[in-house]
């Protein structure tokens, strides 16, 4: 059982930075691929970024890429989505997973959820 809880939404300025993080309990954090998504009502949810367990492999929305980074901290048992260049569209609540698998964009594929935080980019 891997318990998520995600901290670090907010309300920032379109262009600002922001880093999220997604702090884990539980046995076994090294070994699960751990993701973000998002979600905005009337849309479904989004794929966002994703690292495999042991970091080595990171896979990125297009719609993200070259703005977003995503890492994780094995010893702090924590995962991060550095998020720079935020546009409006990019509000939505986030939310990490966590799951054993190296289908890393499929939401399906992950076992556990946190409860999400918010991003809100004004114009």
């Known amino acids: 059982q891997v318990q998520l809880v995600e901290s670090g939404g907010g309300l920032v300025q379109a262009g600002g930075s922001l880093r999220l993080s997604c702090a884990a309990s539980?046995?076994?954090?090294?070994?699960?691929?751990m993701a973000w998504f998002r979600h905005t009502p009337g849309k479904e949810r989004e794929f966002v970024a994703a690292?495999?367990?042991?970091?080595?492999?990171?896979l990125y929305a297009d719609s993200v890429k070259g703005r977003f980074t995503v890492d994780r901290d094995n010893a702090q048992n924590t995962v991060y989505l550095q998020m720079n260049s935020l546009k409006p569209e990019d509000t939505a609540v986030y939310y990490c997973?966590?799951?054993?698998?190296?289908?890393?964009?499929?939401?399906?594929?992950?076992?556990?959820w946190g409860q999400g935080t918010q991003l809100t980019v004004s114009s």
């Open positions: 997973a966590a799951g054993r698998t190296s289908l890393l964009a499929y939401s399906s594929k992950y076992d556990y």
């Open positions: 690292i495999n367990w042991s970091g080595g492999r990171t």
């Open positions: 539980g046995r076994s954090f090294s070994a699960y691929a």
